[in-house]
């Protein structure tokens, strides 16, 4: 991303901070001020086990609402075995295989102490989750749960609960390590949680009398172990929570609905000094922002007093004075998309939560490079200011229990009486420009149309969000249509109104508003997860017949005579294809681009159609050319490879240097590339064998200019591949018109668009860019000489293709997000794998 912009938005006295800059010693080289957020590490080269990926994509969720049982809930954990290449090892700090023995220490403690297991990471790893509250009876933890169901589900009346005043627990939530090599925050609630469980002071009690306080104590410990940012799938968990394709983001998704913490902290590093949200512009215009700020900005001052009392100093320590984004940078830090673990939890009731990047890095190119002394002097800091960050919470806490749940149980009143968002202004916190007002119109509803695979997964999704979702009794009128009986309807006036919007709403072009963006800035699960969703803006619900429903209805199923057509227009169509040729089922394409499995595989279809969810019509069809199992060479991003995992493709990973180390090309029939591959680097022997594999008619499928400059450089495809603004992303109007492109949305996702012209003989136009202005929602300007930006892409080819190759500009597969978009590539990967028999 471009440099922030150091101008501050608010008034701040900076003479201290500038003294500090001018008298930081060389020796500490952490990240200086002004920040911008690291590159979201799922866009390297995929290198992920396939068993990382059956085990994301198997995973069940636990839930939290075991309420037959008070507190504590101990229990004796199996150690793990030791791992003397763990990397939290050389920083000093405590390895995996230590956490289990160290939790059942704490347990032993005494009985304020309780451990959980809250699932497992992609890595198999057991997720601890950490509770730490005064005791608790049975019926009294059945009491705080029906308090806590009654602060969502009942707002109006919580507010006016006497009851929930006097005897509600604050519910806290500390997110720990969820980038694997940010590791010092695990370290510092272990410590905290030690002196708690042994803590007799009265100030100590009170607190654990009002309070339930919960620990993930590793968020990643796949990342924990092996020093690396993202989880064994390759994925940066901190970029999720949209998507929730990870079994650890799955987690922290449930602590987030069972617990409602009404403040939260998610302790990363590193940017010295110490950097404590809240963010700068712009704000997600679907919080209830006001109460937000008021109450993470408070918290943010108090955590920073706390930092900086500890009495590091720039010139002895390396320790520059903590900052705050909102106060002290103009932009690019913003809060803007819900992919955060902060920024989600503000959904589910959250009104204080915070990013804190500890100071000191030990990290990547610094665990390699300084002494061991060093780096365990600097982890020693980091843990040091992740407690007093921690503890300062705990303050803040106590001090404001009771207004924080009153503001938790505002922010859902708001959402049941479909209230209006209250703007923030100076009254909310002193300096507020208007760069930070941020609001938006809720629709009466959204209404999604049943019967496809595409709306039962998106209504299975927001479900597990914690949206409510209602299903009609029979056919209805609503906003001026007329809708069929089944049609899910999402009342927008619940409890988590943001949440649904903020998954469902087309989103806004903020262009305009800043002139560089943290990451993501568009992601509607709306236009891209392929149901039809439509917001209905005016009307009422009274009369319509509406029943709640807990699960998605599943569509899947067989037509009981003749052949079946399987139309190949969903990620999990596509998975169903892929099972049944794996089991050696003779499968034939279709004249529209499906398939057509025979009568003689009706049982297998049925297992295909249940586990799937997918739907196998009658046809009449023959079908044309045969379909074979599907083998992909891939070098692609972790997200492009999990998602083709997810459609059942065998998928091998690839490089310049597993090429040129020696390839197997007859184990695979169609290559994809969209980074990791550069022909001109391959050896002599690895470029012949390259083309040699091309040559004898196999396929290449690419995605951006890595994959266009694959296809151009081995002949396939005469184009010139344009590159746009790398900084821009978000949700684009398409056109389609080629084969491989039939049926696909007119919707699609970029992240540094790419699209292509000088179109030589022989290629196709798929796709194009929109006329006028594509960008439907996200961040997309023009470069500074006035390229690249969305006017220029305009009319162009986005998805092009030629006898064996196609070729992307857009980003179908991106962080296994589009599900919508999904088949594009699985249609481009059959038809180029089968590019050779025509």
Known sequence: MPTTRTVPARPVLFTALALALLLTPSSANADPKPVTRERAGDQGLARSPESAARRALTAATTAFTDTGRGYPR???????????????????????????????????????????????????????????????????????????ELIENAPATAAKSREIKAGYKAPVFFNNNIHGNEWEGTDASLKLIERLATAEDGRTKDLLAHSRLYFNITANPDGRIAGTRPNANGFDLNRDFVTASQPETRAMRQIEIDKQPAVMLDLHGYVNGTLIEPTTPPHGENYEYDLFLKNTYANALGMEAAVNGLGYTPAKDGVQPAQIPFRDQEEGWDDWPPIFTPQYAAFHGTVAAHTVEIPLAVNNSAYNSLPVEELRRRSAINVDVAGAALRATLNFVQAKRTSLIADQIEVFRRGAAGAAQVPVSAKTVPGIGPEDVYTTEFPRAYVIPAGTTAAARLVGHLLANDVQVSRATRDFRLGGRSYAKGSYVVDMRQPKRGLANVLL????????????????????????????????????????????????????????????????????????????????????????????????????????????????????????????????????????????????????????????????????DVLFV???????????????????????????????????????????????????????????????????????????????????????????????????DPLVSGHWRPLADGSGGPSAAAGQASVVSGPQAVLFGTEPLFRDHPKGEFTQVGRALFTMAHASSG
């Open 74 to 148: 101990e229990q004796v954990l199996t150690p793990d075995p030791e791992n003397p290449a763990d990397r939290s090892i050389k920083l000093g700090l405590t390895p995996y295989h230590a956490i289990a023995p160290k939790l059942n220490a704490l347990q032993r403690l005494g009985d304020r102490v309780s451990v959980e297991v809250a699932g497992r990471s992609a890595g198999g790893h057991r997720l601890y989750l950490v509770t730490v509250t005064a005791s608790e009876t049975a019926p009294q933890t059945r009491a705080q749960e029906r308090m806590r």
């Open 674 to 772: 969209s980074t990791g591959l550069d022909r001109s680097a391959l050896t002599a022997d690895a470029r012949t064998a390259l083309d040699a594999f091309l040559a004898a008619g196999h396929g290449l499928v690419g995605r951006g200019s890595d994959g266009a400059a694959l296809g151009t450089a081995t002949g396939l495809l005469a184009v010139k591949a344009v590159e746009g603004n790398g900084d821009a992303n978000g949700v684009v109007r398409v056109a389609n018109s080629g084969p491989v492109m039939a049926g696909a949305p007119d919707h699609g996702f970029v992240y540094a668009p790419v699209w292509f012209t000088d179109l030589g003989p022989g290629v196709r136009v798929e796709q194009s860019y929109a006329s006028g």
């Open 505 to 668: 709403a087309d989103g806004r072009d903020i262009s305009d508003k800043v002139s560089v963006m943290y990451d993501i800035s568009g992601w509607s699960l709306g236009r891209l997860w392929g149901a039809t969703v439509t917001p209905v803006t005016s009307g009422s619900l009274k009369g319509v017949p509406l029943r709640a429903v807990e699960e998605a209805t599943a569509v899947g199923r067989v037509a009981d005579h003749g052949d079946l057509r399987l139309r190949l227009s969903d990620p999990q169509e596509i998975a169903a294809l892929n099972s049944l040729l794996r089991q050696g089922v003779p499968v034939r394409r279709s004249a529209d681009g499906g398939a057509i499995v025979p009568g003689s595989a009706r049982e297998r279809a049925r297992q295909a159609a249940r586990t799937y969810d997918v739907v196998f019509d009658r046809t009449e069809e023959t079908g044309t050319t045969t379909l074979h199992r599907t083998r992909v060479a891939a070098a692609v991003t972790p997200g492009e490879l999990f998602a083709l995992r997810e459609m059942n493709f065998e998928v091998t990973p690839v490089s310049t240097a597993v090429l040129n180390a020696g390839f197997d090309w007859s184990a695979v």
